[in-house]
């Protein structure tokens, strides 16, 4: 006879099991040994690994699938904007100016004089006096009386703008007389005067001027980003930017002293998710200082377990966000807004088109991965074509390019992404917050279109959904349910209904596609015997639930390299 099968540490059974196979077989339990799936299959055929000391889970009915891959997550950001680094101040928080005056005032009144207050997730289509009057902007002295003795920094949902009191535009030295970088904007009264927000580029002026955190905040970050992590089902992220091109980005939370942080964590065998890294080596585009920023980077993961925490490729920032008017568009934004930019160095589209091509050939020739900021169609065209020069330059079999959000890529982009097996990065939970805002900015047609991810899929293209934490919460059922519904969150009005897709085809953004994203399907992103024991477990049975319900279905357990790192039971 033969031997016995040595039992498993984790058996759950009397469930839905989604492997996200090939097949998309589905099963009633699942085995976990030695950190890797042993088995999955009926509850009966797996009771032959339950041993003396095998843990058993009784799902009732709940559904396990793989863990989750947010694959654009900026994790140290996330922890480091959310309190009690940072005060909250995004539509789930507060729905007013009014409030988040109260907010900032009562930050003002817990830290010491002269200490700087700093926020995140703002949003003007959330926001009571901006909804009642489409030209009332927050400005710096919304911020003054509650805060003139507190530089006040606060950060829009997007990342790309900020709202600055009059503190905080003192301290980084800014009048009138101030000229903009290029690829930023520095709002100004038809007077002539500083209103306190800074778009794109021009942030650098201020967030040179912040206190850096220290290693032991972005260490508290990162921990607390995980914590939250694992309590979604989330067990790999990908970080989208670290390195010397960070600097500007929330708090200064994605610079290079972050992914030191990091590789010291993994190699201490801390890091309890899976990490894999873009690293961001430029400010804003200048191919010339590629090479060696790049080289001034190697080493530093080194001794860290791969499966833990990897260096993916090169992050660059090619246009800005549609909401802020700075995607770069083939056509005008709505009511004569211009049309935006690439926010790369050239005084002409010509020159910035130029300067792109020049650093997408030359990571490419190097080797790396490439994730592209990208989101105006003129914009994605450009990168798009950039990435196919580089290829015909210098061949290469499977370099898994891939534009990062993507918003209005056209079907030209998108067919010679699929034809080149490159990647589109997409953000359904976005789509959900600001469709009804980006009527008005693009007009009803295009903002119905915006994230085709229908297009997308039937191209061929192996699409890949993230929440971009923290633009959004992390919260992979809302995005999901949006791909499936792509309804506002404000009205439940659908926008572009024909780029809905289907179940199997969300979850494999968050898993396979995501998995392969980062060049690892091999060993993650699905449930089958060998791969990475990660699991979310969630109470209920997905493939029969509403679109609708989808994001109330809790989360009752997740594990994490055969670990169980949240219980919810």
């Given at each position: 006879m033969p031997p016995a099968p040595r039992p498993a540490d984790l058996v759950l059974r009397n469930g839905q099991v989604l492997t996200l196979d090939a097949a998309f077989r589905t099963a009633e339990a699942v085995a976990v040994r030695d950190g890797v799936i042993a088995a999955?299959?009926?509850?009966?055929?797996?009771?032959?690994?339950?041993?003396?000391?095998?843990?058993?889970?009784?799902?009732?009915?709940?559904?396990?699938?793989?863990?989750?891959?947010?694959?654009h997550l900026h994790g140290c950001a996330f922890g480091a904007t959310r309190p009690p680094l940072a005060v909250d101040v995004s539509p789930s928080a507060v729905t007013s100016i009014a409030g988040i005056r109260d907010a900032v005032r009562a930050q003002a009144d817990r830290q010491p004089p002269g200490?700087?207050?700093?926020?995140?997730?703002?949003?003007?289509?959330?926001?009571?006096?901006?909804?009642?009057?489409?030209?009332?902007?927050?400005?710096?002295?919304?911020?003054?009386?509650?805060s003139p003795d507190h530089p006040v920094l606060l950060y829009e949902f997007s990342g790309h703008t900020a709202w600055l009191n009059s503190r905080a535009l003192e301290s980084a030295g800014l009048t009138p007389a101030t000229e903009a970088p290029p690829g930023g904007?520095?709002?100004r009264r038809p007077d002539g005067a500083l209103t306190g927000i800074l778009r794109e580029s021009a942030q650098e002026l201020v967030n040179t001027v912040i206190p850096p955190m220290t290693d032991a905040a972005r260490e508290a970050a990162i921990r607390a980003a995980i914590d939250v992590c694992h309590a979604q089902g989330i067990t790999s992220f990908t970080e989208p930017g670290l390195g010397p091109g960070g600097k500007s980005l929330f708090l200064g939370s994605a610079d290079t002293a972050t992914l030191k942080v990091y590789a010291r964590m993994a190699r201490a065998g801390e890091l309890r998710a899976r990490v894999g890294v873009l690293l961001l080596p430029?400010?804003?585009?200048?191919?010339?200082?590629?090479?060696?920023?790049?080289?001034?980077?190697?080493?530093?993961?080194?001794?860290?377990?791969?499966?833990?925490?990897?260096?993916l490729g090169v992050k660059l920032f090619a246009d800005g966000v549609p909401p802020s008017r700075t995607a770069w568009m083939s056509e005008e934004y709505a009511n004569g807004g211009g049309r935006g930019s690439l926010c790369l160095h050239g005084h002409t589209d010509g020159q910035r088109v130029e300067e792109l091509s020049s650093i997408v050939r030359q990571a490419h020739r190097l080797g790396h991965q490439l994730g592209v900021h990208i989101t105006g169609d003129a914009g994605i065209d450009a990168v798009v074509d950039a990435f196919a020069a580089a290829q015909l330059?210098?061949?290469?079999?499977?370099?898994?390019?891939?534009?990062?959000?993507?918003?209005f890529a056209s079907p030209r982009a998108l067919a010679t992404l699929a034809a080149h097996g490159w990647g589109a990065n997409m953000n359904p939970g976005v789509k959900?917050?600001?469709?009804?805002?980006?009527?008005?900015?693009v007009g009803p047609e295009r903002s119905a279109y915006q994230w085709p991810v229908r297009s997308a899929v039937d191209a061929g293209i192996p699409v890949t959904a993230s929440s971009d934490a923290p633009i959004t919460y992390p919260d992979w059922r809302a995005g999901v349910s949006s791909m499936l519904l792509r309804r506002s969150k404000a009205t439940g009005r659908p926008s572009g209904p024909d780029q809905c897709v289907d179940l199997r085809t969300a979850l494999r953004a968050y898993t396979t596609h995501a998995a392969?994203?980062?060049?690892?399907?091999?060993?993650?992103?699905?449930l089958e015997p060998g791969k990475a024991a990660d699991l979310c477990v969630l109470d209920g049975?997905?493939?029969?639930?509403?679109?609708?319900?989808?994001?109330?279905?809790?989360?009752?357990?997740?594990?994490?390299?055969?670990?169980?790192?949240?219980?919810?039971r």
């Open positions: 999955t299959g009926t509850t009966a055929e797996l009771r032959p690994l339950i041993g003396p000391r095998t843990e058993v889970v009784d799902l009732a009915g709940g559904t396990v699938l793989p863990g989750i891959n947010d694959s200490s700087w207050i700093f926020g995140n997730g703002w949003d003007v289509g959330y926001l009571d006096e901006c909804r009642a009057d489409g030209t009332r902007p927050p400005t710096r002295w919304d911020l003054d009386e509650v904007v520095i709002e430029l400010e804003m585009g200048a191919a010339a200082d590629l090479t060696d920023r790049l080289a001034a980077l190697d080493g530093i993961c080194d001794g860290a377990d791969p499966r833990l925490l990897s260096v330059d210098h061949p290469r079999p499977d370099a898994r390019h891939y534009i990062i959000h993507g918003d959900d917050a600001i469709a009804d805002l980006m009527d008005g900015v392969r994203q980062d060049f690892a399907e091999s060993w993650k992103g699905s049975d997905l493939l029969r639930t509403p679109p609708e319900d989808i994001p109330a279905l809790p989360v009752t357990m997740t594990v994490f390299n055969g670990e169980v790192v949240h219980d919810s």
